[in-house]
Nanobody, 125 residues
Framework: QVQLVESGGGLVQAGGSLKLSCAAS????????MGWFRQAPGKEREFVAA????????VYADSVKGRFTISRDNAKNTVFLQMNSMKPEDTAVYYC??????????????????WGQGTQVTVSS
């Protein structure tokens, strides 16, 4: 069974930065693409960023492009989300997820079969 555990959330002022981490159990972490999603109060969960199995390909939602960076360390079974120039509208619970593919299918939540429990990120104005 795969477990994903997010950490690094918290309260930050607008313009500030946070770095989220997602630690995965299991020996096959490096075989799969990974993604970050978020859900704000009263809204549906939305795609934020994704990274291919090797880290050579990354994609971002338009709302975070240029501000957020996704990366991974396959030796440590960990994926990261560096968030800079944060805005109040970035406030949400952030989830990491493991894709069923090594690459592709990034934007479709149904292609992710394992999810973390989420970590709260709050950006004050």
């Amino acid at each position: 069974q795969v477990q994903l555990v997010e950490s690094g959330g918290g309260l930050v002022q607008a313009g500030g930065s946070l770095k989220l981490s997602c630690a995965a159990s299991g020996r096959t972490f490096s075989n799969y693409a990974m993604g970050w999603f978020r859900q704000a109060p009263g809204k549906e969960r939305e795609f934020v960023a994704a990274i291919s199995w090797s880290g050579s390909s990354t994609v971002y939602a338009d709302s975070v492009k240029g501000r957020f960076t996704i990366s991974r360390d396959n030796a440590k079974n960990t994926v990261f989300l560096q968030m800079n120039s944060m805005k109040p509208e970035d406030t949400a619970v952030y989830y990491c997820a493991r894709n069923t593919y090594a690459s592709g299918g990034y934007y479709d939540q149904t292609t992710y079969n394992y999810w973390g429990q989420g970590t709260q990120v709050t950006v004050s104005s």
